[in-house]
C-alpha cells in the first residue's frame, strides 16, 4: 500500500516524498483511513511507530477538504502533549507535511514567557500544539479561543495521565464545542485510560499496532552486569573502544545526570545533560547540539526525554534502569526506530536485578547478559536499597494534582519538576 492509496492530496504527497518516506509504517495504514471518515480513534502506538504523521497528515488532509465555516484563522486543531520537547517536535511534523498547504500553527508550551505566544496566536492559527498548563493559562488570560476546535489530539496520553495532567485536560475539554473529532495515541492502557476515553471518544475504533515490547527485533538488547562504582568507567570505556559518535543515556535522577554529563566531560567525551530542571533554552540547546553531533553523549531522565526524535540513533544506554518497567520499553524505542536497526545496553548493579526481573518480566524475554572484560561485578558486593534521587522522593509523582498510581517506589524527580505550576 503506498500513501497515494491512502487518500491524501498532492501537497500532502509533496512533502511526504520530500522526506523519502516509501510507503506508511502500520499505523499509518490502519488510522489515516479512519480518520480521514471523521471517526475518533483509540491508538496504541508508541514514538517510533510513525504515529505523529499518522494524525498529522489525516488532519492536515480534513483541515484541507473543510474550508473553515466559522470565520477566518481560528483554531481549528488542537494537538496536546505531555511534554514541551514532544510538542515541538509535533509542531515541526505539522510544519514539514504541511509546507506545501496554507496552514498555520504555533506551539504553546511553559517554562519560556508568555508574550511571544500572545503575538503569535493573535495572528489567527489553524493548529496548536500545546502542553496542557500553559494552554490553560492562555483560556484564562482569553488569549485563545478554543470553542471551534474541529479536532482534539492527544498525544502520548498515558504520560499527560503519569504526569499529573487530568484536572487540565479536563478543564481543556470544558472550552471545547462538543462535535469534534477526537484522536488519543497512548501507549499504554490502564484503567485511567479507559476511564478518560469513556468520556472523551465517541464510538472510538481501536487501532493497536504492535507494541514495541513485542516487535523490538530491530534493537539489540544487552545487559553488562558491572558494579555500581565501576559504572561510568565502564560507559566510557564503551563508548571509546567502539567510537560511538551519538549516544543517548539515561539515568534515574536529574542530579545523577549532571554528574555524569561532567564525569564523561572530563574522561574527553562531550557530553550535555537534558532534564526538567533545565531552562528551555538549555534543554533545546543540548538537544540541537546532539542532533548536530557536536555533542556525543546526551545524558537525560526518562520524562526529558520523551518524544526526543532523532532519526537512526543507534546507542541507547541505561546507565541507571528505570525502577518503571515500562519506561525501560520507552527508553530503548529511541533507538531501531522506522526499520533501522539499534542497539540498547543496560548497565545493571547488584542492587538493580529486581528492576531487571521487573523489566524481563514486562517484555516477555530474558535480555542477554554480557559481563565486559575487566569489568565483571565483585560477587562478595550485596545489594543495597537504591536511592532514588532523595529530598524529592516524599513528594509523590507529579506536581498537577498528581494521579499517579503505578509504583509507589518511582522517582518523582524528573516528573514533578516538570508538571509543577511555576515550570510550566
Ligand atoms: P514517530 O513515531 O511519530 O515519533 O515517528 C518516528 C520516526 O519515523 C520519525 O523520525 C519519522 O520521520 C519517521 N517516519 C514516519 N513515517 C514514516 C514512514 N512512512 N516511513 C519512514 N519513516 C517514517
Same mark, same amino acid.
Request: aromatic share 4%; net charge positive; proline share 4%.
Given at each position: 500500500?503506498? &500513501? ?20 506508511? /509504517? ?56 505531555? /511534554? ?7 509542531? !515541526? ?15 504553546? &508550551? ?20 500545546? /502542553? ?52 488519543? &495515541? ?10 478518560? /476515553? ?18 523490538? !527485533? ?18 566510557? &570505556? ?187
Amino acid at each position: 500500500m503506498s &500513501f497515494k492509496n491512502l487518500g491524501l492530496c498532492d501537497q500532502l504527497l509533496r512533502a511526504i516524498k520530500e522526506q523519502g518516506y516509501d510507503e506508511p /509504517t502500520p499505523v499509518q495504514k490502519e488510522a489515516i483511513p479512519v480518520i480521514l471518515n471523521k471517526r475518533d480513534i483509540l491508538a496504541g502506538a508508541q514514538t517510533g511507530t510513525g504515529k505523529t504523521a499518522g494524525f498529522t497528515l489525516p488532519m492536515l488532509q480534513l483541515l484541507h477538504d473543510h474550508k473553515p465555516t466559522k470565520g477566518k484563522h481560528h483554531v481549528r486543531a488542537l494537538i496536546l502533549t505531555p /511534554t514541551r520537547e514532544l510538542a515541538s517536535q509535533v509542531q !515541526e511534523s505539522v510544519e514539514m507535511y504541511g509546507k506545501f498547504l496554507p496552514f498555520k500553527s504555533t506551539v504553546i &508550551f511553559g517554562g519560556v514567557k508568555i508574550n511571544p505566544q500572545i503575538a503569535a496566536l493573535r495572528k489567527g492559527m489553524d493548529i496548536v500544539v500545546a /502542553t496542557p498548563g500553559r494552554l490553560l493559562d492562555h483560556v484564562s488570560q482569553k488569549t485563545i479561543d478554543l470553542s471551534k476546535v474541529d479536532f482534539l489530539i492527544l498525544d502520548e496520553a498515558d504520560r499527560m495521565l503519569d504526569m499529573g495532567f487530568i484536572n487540565d485536560i479536563k478543564k481543556v475539554l470544558a472550552v471545547l464545542p462538543k462535535q469534534r473529532q477526537n484522536l488519543l &495515541f497512548s501507549a499504554t492502557f490502564s484503567n485511567e485510560i479507559k476511564k478518560l /476515553t469513556d468520556s472523551l471518544l465517541n464510538s472510538p475504533v481501536l487501532i493497536e499496532v504492535a507494541r514495541r515490547n513485542q516487535s523490538s !527485533e530491530q534493537i539489540k538488547q544487552v545487559v553488562h552486569p558491572v558494579d555500581k562504582t565501576r559504572k561510568r568507567e565502564l560507559l566510557t &570505556f564503551l563508548i571509546k573502544k567502539d567510537n560511538w559518535k551519538q549516544v543517548l543515556v539515561f539515568t534515574r535522577t536529574k542530579h545523577g545526570a549532571n554528574r555524569l554529563a561532567g564525569q564523561l566531560e572530563k574522561d574527553g567525551i562531550t557530553s550535555a545533560a537534558i532534564h526538567g530542571n533545565k531552562s528551555q533554552n538549555a534543554r533545546t540547546k543540548a538537544l540541537a547540539d546532539f542532533k548536530s553531533g557536536q555533542v556525543r553523549v546526551l545524558v537525560a531522565t526518562d520524562i526529558a526525554a520523551r518524544g526526543i526524535d532523532i532519526d537512526q540513533l543507534p546507542h541507547v544506554v541505561n546507565y541507571e534502569l528505570p525502577n518503571v518497567s515500562e519506561d525501560y520499553v520507552h527508553r530503548i524505542g529511541r533507538t531501531g526506530r522506522a526499520g533501522n536497526n539499534g542497539e540498547a545496553m543496560s548497565l545493571v548493579c547488584v542492587d538493580e536485578n529486581e528492576f531487571l526481573a521487573n523489566i524481563e518480566k514486562l517484555i516477555k524475554k530474558d535480555i542477554h547478559k554480557s559481563v565486559i572484560k575487566g569489568f565483571a561485578p565483585d560477587p562478595s558486593i550485596k545489594a543495597e536499597p537504591i536511592n532514588m534521587g532523595g529530598g524529592n522522593r516524599a513528594k509523590g509523582g507529579g506536581g498537577r494534582g498528581n494521579s499517579r498510581n503505578r509504583n509507589s517506589n518511582r522517582n518523582n524527580n524528573s516528573r514533578g519538576a516538570n508538571s509543577s505550576r511555576g515550570r510550566r
